[in-house]
């Protein structure tokens, strides 16, 4: 069994920065590749960024490369997600996820490729 616990959301104004964190246990954290998504009410899930298992490798949303920053320590079992620059269009719930396999560099944006799931946390951008 494999728990995500998303923390680090909460409110800011346009031009803000939030420090996302996402702690997992109950499964070889450093094997897979972490993924970072968001849903905004109304709207379909989408990806924002992922990072491989060794962190060597990653991949973003082109509406946040060059604002966000996906990083991971293997040591405390943790992935972050720095967001600078932050726009009110970024507002959504935010949810990590675990990749389904393990030790590749391959990275996707599907959510079908990731197979745990966090509760989310909510990041709110205001203009």
């Known amino acids: 069994q494999v728990q995500l616990v998303e923390s680090g959301g909460g409110s800011v104004q346009a031009g803000g920065s939030l420090r996302l964190s996402c702690a997992a246990s109950?499964?070889?954290?450093?094997?897979?590749?972490m993924g970072w998504f968001r849903q905004a009410p109304g709207k379909e899930r989408e990806f924002v960024a992922a990072i491989s298992w060794s962190g060597g490798t990653t991949l973003y949303a082109d509406s946040v490369k060059g604002r966000f920053t996906v990083s991971r320590d293997n040591a405390k079992n943790t992935v972050y997600l720095q967001m600078n620059s932050l726009k009110p269009g970024d507002t959504a719930v935010y949810y990590c996820a675990v990749g389904r396999l393990a030790y590749t560099i391959i990275l996707t944006r599907s959510p079908s490729d990731y197979n745990y799931w966090g509760q989310g946390t909510q990041v709110t951008v205001s203009s």
């Open positions: 109950g499964r070889t954290f450093s094997s897979y590749g």
